[in-house]
């Protein structure tokens, strides 16, 4: 490693612990985060936890595990908080959640492009969004956890076929054993990634079938939900939410503050694209296709899921961070001046909302 990228890269693990801990600031302040469905998690984590030393959750409550795409907080939670207490695992994990999505979209950015770049750090941006202040953590933890999958995929692009099906099974299989709508967000990208041409070369199907393969396990655990061949209910909401939902990835508390936040981001973007300072990898494009495609087809309610159609912009954006660099932007210091002065802003309402609501938690 030379000394020069050995200095992007310190510079870029620093600027990601430091802005890491911005992000964290919100959760490491309050005891109980004003997130939506955030006291019924915590509710069932406590019965998990304290079920078999508890004799009257027993006679209310028993545990039955199955193959449900929509288990990684009890997956994880209830363990921890044997330990640490089941407020402090809670956490912990939402902590670890946003950390794994910053996270990920950096690792991702750096396997797709083989240099520590600054611009995934925008990914930090994203991490309070509708999705989260609703209490999708399952899905957002397992959407954390795609994103690290993919990078691995492409990681292990040389290596035995065998060992690269292995280990994509397997992670494959916790994606979709975390979330449903995440492991669809996955398998749409890693479908692509082997479809998609790459160094000159054509579309591929049988360059795919490694991928596809990866998928087998979690298409059989579904069929084998006691949900699966249930009732199949489809609908679609009105047709014009589809334009305002990305604004969900913004959308905290100020609607005046959020917009401009959303307007001044979106209009930088398409410059950028259009003008050529912000560069697309060519098969990762594909990846953002094919989500951005099912997020425009995506119904409002499916099987038993409502808003699943909301919960993609988000995948969207991260993958969208985490396939452009901004080696071309003639600008990058007054860029990344502006998108750090948007986020200390925002996470300065976020503390201030959150710390009132603690006290009326209290």
Sequence with gaps: MTSKAGAGRRAVLTGFVLLGLLALMPILSVRLPPILDYPNHLARMHILAALSSTPDLARFYRVHWSPLPNLALDAVVPWVGRITGVETAMRLFLGATLLGLAGGALVLHRTVFQR?????????????????????LNYLAALAVALWALAAWIALERKPAALRIAIGAMLATFIYL??????????????????????????????????????????????????????????????????????????????????????????????????????????????????????????????????????????????????????????RRGVAGVLLALLVVRMGVIETVWLKADRQYD
């Design 116 to 136: 520590w770049s600054l611009w995934p750090l925008a990914a930090f941006l994203l991490l309070y969004n509708r999705m989260l202040l609703w209490g999708f």
């Design 178 to 331: 975390g979330h449903l709508a995440a492991f669809g967000c996955y398998a749409l990208s890693i479908a692509a990634l082997g479809l998609a041409p790459a160094d000159g070369s054509r579309w591929s199907l049988r360059r795919a079938i490694p991928a596809i393969a990866t998928l087998v396990p979690p298409a059989l655990l579904f069929l084998l939900a006691p949900t699966s061949g249930g009732s199949v209910e489809i609908s679609y909401g009105n047709i014009f939410r589809k334009f305002d939902l990305p604004v969900s990835l913004f959308d905290n508390y100020d609607r005046l503050f959020d917009g401009i936040t959303f307007g001044i981001l979106l209009i930088a973007l398409i410059a950028g694209l259009l003008r050529g300072g912000l560069v697309m990898d060519s098969r990762m494009r594909w990846c953002v296709a094919a989500v951005l495609l099912a997020f425009l087809l995506m119904p409002a309610r499916l099987l038993s899921a409502a808003g699943i159609d909301h919960r993609l912009p988000v995948a969207i954006a991260l993958l969208f961070v985490a396939s452009t660099d901004w080696t071309a932007f003639r600008y």
